[in-house]
């Protein structure tokens, strides 16, 4: 049983950036996409980046690309979300998972995904 646990997350002003790290245990992510998705209050949950288990393909949510860099390091086990030039509207709780169904072409689709940490607060003020 593979655990997720994120941590990173904070209080930035408006234009700084912060990273957030995932890292699992119980399990391995080595062949797995791992993705970010996030919640702000009131809303859906909404998909950020994802990253192929060989780390050779990343994709991005429109409103992150050239913003936001997703990497990962399997030797630790450990997915990264480096965050940049932070909006006010980049405020969120940040979720990542693991996907174990379908293919790495569903990566924007949260039902691919079987393994969700907790969460880990951003909160960009203006």
């Known amino acids: 049983q593979v655990q997720l646990v994120e941590s990173g997350g904070g209080l930035v002003q408006a234009g700084g950036s912060l990273r957030l790290s995932c890292a699992a245990s119980?399990?391995?992510?080595?062949?797995?996409?791992v993705s970010w998705f996030r919640q702000a209050p009131g809303k859906e949950r909404e998909f950020v980046a994802a990253?192929?288990?060989?780390?050779?393909?990343?994709h991005y949510a429109d409103s992150v690309k050239d913003r936001f860099t997703i990497s990962r390091d399997n030797a630790k086990e450990t997915v990264y979300l480096q965050m940049s030039s932070l909006k006010p509207e980049d405020t969120a709780v940040y979720y990542c998972?693991?996907?174990?169904?379908?293919?790495?072409?569903?990566?924007?689709?949260?039902?691919?995904?079987?393994?969700w940490g907790q969460g880990t607060q951003v909160t960009v003020s203006s």
């Open positions: 998972a693991m996907m174990t169904r379908g293919y790495y072409s569903t990566y924007d689709a949260p039902g691919a995904y079987g393994y």
């Open positions: 119980g399990g391995t992510i080595r062949n797995h996409a």
């Open positions: 990253i192929m288990w060989s780390g050779d393909y990343t």
